[in-house]
């Protein structure tokens, strides 16, 4: 059974960046599509960016152009490159299958954009 373990989050201002690391205690590989998710407090989860096995992404309009989601099936890891953050990024952000699967939600990574 496969694990996900998030990791990378912490404290930014606006303008900043960040990298999110999504490390899998089993392989990856036979999952197409990996994506990265975000909840803010009071908000549903939503999906911010997704990528296959291989390599085709697609992001959330509100992060084009500033995110950039990666895989390395050798390293079972999925990454978030997160650029000129927004205070409005703020979130817990999560990796998961797409579609999610239940038993692949981990504790998730915090990103706190503020000044």
């Known amino acids: 059974q496969v694990q996900l373990v998030e990791s990378g989050g912490g404290l930014v201002q606006p303008g900043g960046s960040l990298r999110l690391s999504c490390a899998a205690s089993?392989?990856?590989?036979?999952?197409?599509?990996m994506g990265w998710y975000r909840q803010a407090p009071g908000k549903e989860r939503e999906l911010v960016a997704a990528i296959t096995s291989g390599g085709s992404t697609n992001y959330a309009d509100s992060v084009k152009g500033r995110f950039t989601i990666s895989r390395d099936n050798a390293k079972n890891t999925v990454y978030l490159q997160m650029n000129s953050l927004k205070p409005e990024d703020t979130a817990v952000y999560y990796c998961?299958?797409?579609?999610?699967?239940?038993?692949?939600w981990g504790q998730g990574t915090q990103v706190t954009v503020s000044s």
């Open positions: 089993g392989s990856i590989f036979s999952i197409n599509v």
């Open positions: 998961n299958a797409l579609p999610p699967l239940r038993v692949y």
